[in-house]
C-alpha cells in the first residue's frame, strides 16, 4: 500500500492528522485580517487538507494558494481535485519544495503548511527549516505542521525553536493514534524579531532522508 493510501482510511493514523490539520487551517484562514489570503503548502502530497477545506470555508475566494510538490503523481491528483472543486485560485507546482526559488513567487505567505515534513528529515534540518520560517511568512502568519511524537519526541525542541525564531503556539495537538501523532499551530507574533537565523539558508532547507523527496510516514 502506498503511503498516502492511509488517507482513505478513516480509522488511520493519516486520516485522524488530516482532519486536525483541516480544522486549523480552517481556523488559521479564518482568522486572516480582510483581503487576499497567501497560502503555501511545501511537500503538499496530494493537496488533501487545502483542497478538502477551501470549497466549503467562507473566506475561499479570498485564499490564493500555491501547493508545492515534488511526485508528479500526486500533484496530478491535487490538480484534478483542486478543478473537481472548481478551485482556480489554487495552483499546484511539480518542484523541490527544499529549495526556496520553486516558490519565492509566493511569499510571503498568510499561511505556511510544514505537513509531512518533520517525521521525515534530520533534527537539524528540521531546526534549520524552523528559524528561516520567520523569512517565508507576513507578520501575523500561521504555520501548520507535523511530526509523530515516537521516542526519542523531538517535538518539545520543535516546540521551543518556533518560540526562539518569534512565533507564539496556537496549539498542539496530541492525536491519540498508534503512530502518536501531533499537529502544532503557530503564529508569527513580530515579523521584525530576533530569530537565531535572520536570513534564508543559503542552500536547502531540508533532505529527505529516502532521497526522493516524498514523504513516507507522518
Same mark, same amino acid.
Given at each position: 500500500?502506498?503511503?498516502?493510501?492511509?488517507?482513505?482510511?478513516?480509522? *488511520?493514523?493519516?486520516?485522524?492528522?488530516?482532519?486536525?490539520?483541516?480544522?486549523?487551517?480552517?481556523?488559521?484562514?479564518?482568522?486572516?485580517?480582510?483581503?487576499?489570503?497567501?497560502?503555501?503548502?511545501?511537500?503538499?502530497?496530494?493537496?488533501?487538507?487545502?483542497?478538502?477545506?477551501?470549497? #466549503?470555508?467562507?473566506?475561499?475566494?479570498?485564499?490564493?494558494?500555491?501547493?508545492?510538490?515534488?511526485?508528479?503523481?500526486?500533484?496530478?491528483?491535487?490538480?484534478?481535485?483542486?478543478?473537481?472543486?472548481?478551485?482556480?485560485?489554487?495552483?499546484?507546482?511539480?518542484?523541490?519544495?527544499?529549495?526556496?526559488? *520553486?516558490?519565492?513567487?509566493?511569499?510571503?505567505?498568510?499561511?505556511?503548511?510544514?505537513?509531512?515534513?518533520? #517525521?521525515?528529515? *534530520?533534527?537539524?534540518?528540521?531546526?534549520?527549516?524552523?528559524?528561516?520560517?520567520?523569512?517565508?511568512?507576513?507578520?501575523?502568519?500561521?504555520?501548520?505542521?507535523?511530526?509523530?511524537?515516537?521516542?526519542?519526541?523531538?517535538?518539545?525542541?520543535?516546540?521551543?525553536?518556533?518560540?526562539? *525564531?518569534?512565533? !507564539?503556539?496556537?496549539?498542539?495537538?496530541?492525536?491519540? !493514534?498508534?503512530?502518536?501523532?501531533?499537529?502544532?499551530?503557530?503564529?508569527?507574533?513580530?515579523?521584525?524579531?530576533?530569530?537565531?537565523?535572520?536570513?534564508?539558508?543559503?542552500?536547502?532547507?531540508?533532505?529527505?532522508?529516502?532521497?526522493?523527496?516524498?514523504?513516507?510516514?507522518?
Amino acid at each position: 500500500m502506498k503511503w498516502h493510501q492511509g488517507y482513505d482510511d478513516p480509522s *488511520s493514523s493519516l486520516s485522524s492528522r488530516l482532519e486536525c490539520v483541516k480544522l486549523r487551517l480552517g481556523e488559521a484562514i479564518g482568522g486572516c485580517p480582510p483581503g487576499p489570503v497567501r497560502l503555501l503548502s511545501l511537500c503538499a502530497g496530494q493537496g488533501r487538507d487545502v483542497i478538502g477545506v477551501l470549497p #466549503g470555508h467562507r473566506r475561499r475566494d479570498d485564499v490564493r494558494a500555491l501547493l508545492v510538490e515534488y511526485d508528479g503523481r500526486n500533484a496530478e491528483f491535487a490538480r484534478r481535485r483542486a478543478a473537481e472543486a472548481d478551485l482556480a485560485q489554487v495552483r499546484i507546482r511539480q518542484a523541490d519544495a527544499s529549495q526556496v526559488g *520553486s516558490f519565492e513567487d509566493a511569499l510571503p505567505a498568510d499561511v505556511l503548511l510544514l505537513c509531512g515534513i518533520f #517525521g521525515n528529515i *534530520s533534527d537539524s534540518d528540521i531546526r534549520r527549516t524552523v528559524y528561516a520560517a520567520p523569512t517565508l511568512c507576513a507578520p501575523g502568519a500561521t504555520v501548520i505542521w507535523t511530526r509523530h511524537r515516537r521516542p526519542p519526541d523531538l517535538t518539545p525542541a520543535i516546540r521551543e525553536w518556533f518560540a526562539e *525564531s518569534g512565533f !507564539t503556539e496556537v496549539a498542539f495537538d496530541e492525536l491519540n !493514534t498508534g503512530r502518536m501523532v501531533s499537529v502544532g499551530t503557530h503564529r508569527l507574533a513580530d515579523a521584525q524579531g530576533d530569530p537565531k537565523e535572520a536570513a534564508l539558508p543559503a542552500g536547502p532547507l531540508f533532505t529527505f532522508r529516502d532521497g526522493d523527496g516524498q514523504p513516507r510516514q507522518p
